[in-house]
């Protein structure tokens, strides 16, 4: 194998998968679903499909790989839950902080609220997001039924989509040859969602500000308006 050209070699899944096998990536997809971020989950499930598929390095049947990523994917997101539910609003409700206001908190309830299902499911693809998504989703009291409900379903379609796509993909000869490519798009190609969504916002806010400019141009208007006429 390759070493992925992105971070520290420690950080590439051939070297992590190649040391520590299936239980090093177990622990990795538990740490990274709510622990800790700037991990390679992507890459590194997309790698032990494909090395399911070779044999190397991990001999266990596909289906057994899959259940248990999935249920590592699902605890991990269940521990960054926990955190956030126990221990975020007494972060959050500190007097001093610049960072965890109790305003940050009302408006991640609110983000929950409005976009809680689809944002536990989708976050599942996006790094560092999947991090601290549950964590987000307790601090700002998601119903635990409903979050567990879309963590299910967000961890088994990431946890076995893409090891289950690196499986099947891996057997084909150009991305055989070319797997450090491969890996460093899917980690370009995971980055997408924050992008588009960052140009959204700033789109967004952009219009807004457009719009208050123009409101206020008319009270302007209008305020000119009223005192001539006072004025007559």
């Avoid at 991990?76 to 926990?82: I, L």
């Avoid at 975020?88 to 409700?93: A, L, R």
């Avoid at 890996?183 to 140009?199: D, K, N, R, Y």
């Amino acid at each position: 194998m390759n070493t992925l050209a992105l971070g520290p070699e420690w950080l590439s899944p051939d070297y992590l998968i190649s040391e520590y096998g299936l239980p090093g990536i177990l622990l990795i997809v538990f740490a990274e679903s709510g622990l800790f971020a700037f991990l390679p989950g992507d890459s590194l499930l997309f790698t032990a499909g494909l090395l399911v598929a070779e044999g190397n390095y991990i001999t266990q049947p596909l289906w057994l790989v899959c259940t248990l990523i999935v249920a590592a994917a699902i605890i991990g997101d269940q521990v960054g839950y926990g955190i956030g539910r126990f221990f975020g609003p007494k972060i959050f409700n500190r007097p001093n902080s610049k960072v965890f206001k109790k305003e940050n908190l009302d408006k991640a309830h609110e983000f929950i609220e409005k976009y809680g299902p689809k944002a536990i499911v989708l976050a599942r693809f996006v790094p560092l997001v999947r991090t601290f998504a549950p964590i987000v989703a307790g601090a700002g009291r998601m119903k635990y039924r409903t979050f567990i409900a879309y963590n299910i379903i967000g961890g088994v379609l990431w946890g076995a989509g893409v090891t289950v796509a690196g499986y099947f993909l891996g057997q084909i000869g150009f991305i055989k040859t070319n797997i450090e490519a491969i890996l460093v798009l899917i980690v370009v190609l995971s980055v997408v969602p924050i992008v588009i969504e960052f140009l959204r916002g700033r789109s967004k806010a952009k219009k807004e500000a457009a719009a208050l400019a123009a409101d206020a141009a008319q009270a302007d208007v209008a305020s000119g308006q009223r005192g001539r006429h006072a004025r007559r």
